[in-house]
């Protein structure tokens, strides 16, 4: 059980927020001076090529898609139409390789795909045909085994220095042996350790992995049923439960950080409320602390974001920020929060339909309008711009906008049919780039300059 505060958060909070002024709801701007999207290029002629898993490896962007003609394949782009071409054939023919789990190591590209031949197996790419490889036959059983034919990945894979750590599962039961990869076949092997714990929460947002400094940490579920922090350094020796690790019900690392990993930990309390804290770790006993107590912080939170020296988050009810420590952990801004982002050297998220954007402080924490008739999403930093999504489900559209954090800079830059259940983006030298349909050619890439 909590203890009692000595004094309130939200007290603090009441007072600040105040003196805030709202800005009034703003009418959309006119479209913006800058050019409109661009096609990058019509990949699929015939159809839509439907660009997916867009990653971003030094000044190339990688993503699956098929052209009508290969199946679903690796491509990438430098953002000219030459530029984008298809790097390999795995699965030669019309059928597809379907490559998945995109991760960024260095300069190289790990995937895995499914050649036709090994069933799904653990890739490479420097962008390449002749460096677009398998790195190992992971899983050389034949297709009715136990495990099937191939591996299968149910968390993401985490980049580490120049290493790709990933979790396989294999079985009947949600659970996931933690590997390494340097990208050879002998630098690919298990790691000794408990099964990754498995994030129970029906969206997957809980992240049960990352990394900091040059060591993977990672949560595992232990033999009396918690959770705990386990580090590793690649060794097996090097691989263990991290000194002062917390036990809990279920943990989750925030989706940011700095010198420090931040983490919640729940402890489900029959008949009452969930007691969730928010705690940080720099690896090290001495460093691992929590920053609030059981009854501070309203549900274990999903969004972060890393500003200047403070990381900002979300819960349920409101908007924090830390500093890294209990005194400095504070609430700004009450109210939930969806799309937390930054651009520009400010904050922004939106409530229902509305924009918002934060200094980082409570009495600058304003909303910003609202701007066409649906609600902003899927908000990205764009060279230091905000842009965002508005569906309108109803009428099977949806819009691209920018802004600079004022209503007469807050523009509607081209309307698109078919809103996207998973809006696929990313930024790579100032533009925008994400799969989009016109009406005309189908799902294809597109690309924006703000």
């Not at 969206?203 to 993977?216: K, P």
């Not at 009452?272 to 920053?291: C, H, I, N, S």
């Not at 830390?322 to 801004?333: F, L, Q, R, V």
Request: include cysteine.
């Amino acid at each position: 059980m909590g203890r009692p505060l000595v004094s309130s958060p939200w007290a603090r909070l009441a007072t600040a927020a105040a003196a805030a002024a709202l800005v009034v709801l703003a009418v959309a701007a006119p479209v913006g001076a800058a050019g409109p999207p661009t096609l990058v290029k019509d990949i699929n002629p015939t159809g839509s090529s439907n660009p997916t898993a867009l990653t971003l490896v030094g000044n190339t962007l990688f993503f699956a898609a098929d052209d009508g003609v290969h199946g679903v394949e690796l491509w990438k782009t430098d953002g000219t139409l030459a530029g984008t071409k298809m790097v390999k054939d795995i699965r030669a023919g019309a059928k597809s390789s379907e490559p998945g789990s995109l991760t960024a190591v260095g300069d190289t590209l790990f995937f895995t795909a499914v050649d036709g031949v090994h069933g799904r197996e653990l890739w490479k790419s420097d962008g390449t045909k002749a460096g677009t490889v398998m790195v190992k036959d992971i899983n050389p059983h034949p297709k009715n085994s136990y495990c099937g034919n191939g591996i299968y990945m149910p968390y993401p894979p985490v980049a580490v220095g120049n290493r790709l750590y990933f979790f396989l599962h294999c079985g009947g039961v949600w659970s996931g042996t933690a590997w390494v990869s340097d990208g050879t076949a002998a630098g690919t092997y298990w790691l000794n350790a408990p099964y990754v714990a498995y994030p129970d929460d029906e969206d997957g947002e809980n992240r049960v992995a990352d990394a900091l400094g040059n060591r993977l940490y990672f949560i595992v579920n232990n033999d009396a049923n918690d959770d705990e922090i386990w580090v590793s350094d690649g060794t097996d020796s090097g691989t263990h439960r991290m000194a002062g690790s917390p036990m809990a019900d279920q943990i989750s690392f925030l989706p940011a950080h700095g010198q420090n990993l931040y983490f919640s930990t729940s402890d489900y309390v029959p008949v009452l409320p969930t007691e969730v804290r928010l705690w940080k770790t720099d690896g090290t006993k001495a460093g691992t602390k929590p920053l609030t107590d059981f009854d501070e912080i309203s549900g274990a939170p999903d969004q972060a974001v890393l500003m200047g020296t403070r990381l900002y988050f979300a819960d349920d009810a409101a908007l924090w920020k830390t500093n890294g420590t209990a005194s400095g952990t504070i609430p700004i801004s009450n109210g939930g929060v969806s799309f937390l982002t930054t651009a520009g050297g400010r904050l922004y998220f939106t409530r229902g339909s509305h924009l918002w954007k934060s200094d980082g402080t409570a009495i600058g924490t304003l909303d910003v309008g609202q701007f066409g008739t649906q609600w902003p999403s899927e908000l990205v930093d764009v060279g230091g711009t905000l842009c965002f999504i508005e569906s309108d489900w109803d009428a099977n559209t949806w819009s691209l906008w920018e802004s600079n954090g004022t209503a007469s800079t807050t523009y509607s830059v081209k309307s698109f049919v078919a809103p996207p259940d998973e809006f696929q983006r990313t930024a790579m030298n100032g533009r925008l780039y994400f799969a989009a349909d016109d009406g005309t050619h189908g799902v294809e890439l597109w690309s924006y300059t703000p």
